[in-house]
């Protein structure tokens, strides 16, 4: 069956960097955009980057520059390097099946907890 798992999360310093690992199996994931989203408390989901099946990759104004996404289809997996952190990427973070980046999600992770804080 479709999964995807999530790891790397953690707690870091502002302006410290982490790298979130998106580990799919059950589909090709070649054939399918990925994405991440990050939901903290009290505040609306937010999609942060996306991965589309042709290479290419989206990133939402509030991180771009700072975050990266990436991914390994030999590995089955997706990445998230996050460099520059600050206090308001706190969030959970999970990553997303998409049939191309904006379309709904159709299966999504158990997130991984990154909180960033002095």
């Known amino acids: 069956q479709v999964q995807l798992v999530e790891s790397g999360g953690g707690l870091v310093q502002p302006g410290g960097s982490l790298r979130l690992s998106c580990a799919a199996s059950?589909?090709?994931?070649?054939?399918?955009?990925i994405g991440w989203i990050r939901q903290a408390p009290g505040k609306k989901r937010e999609g942060v980057c996306c991965?589309?099946?042709?290479?290419?990759?989206y990133c939402a104004d509030s991180v771009k520059g700072r975050f990266t996404i990436s991914r390994d289809n030999a590995k089955n997996t997706v990445y998230l390097q996050m460099n520059s952190l600050k206090s308001e990427d706190t969030a959970t973070y999970y990553c997303?099946?998409?049939?191309?980046?904006?379309?709904?999600?159709?299966?999504w992770g158990q997130g991984t907890q990154v909180t960033v804080s002095s």
């Open positions: 991965s589309s099946s042709d290479g290419s990759t």
């Open positions: 059950g589909f090709t994931l070649d054939s399918y955009a």
């Open positions: 997303t099946r998409e049939e191309f980046c904006g379309a709904e999600f159709d299966y």
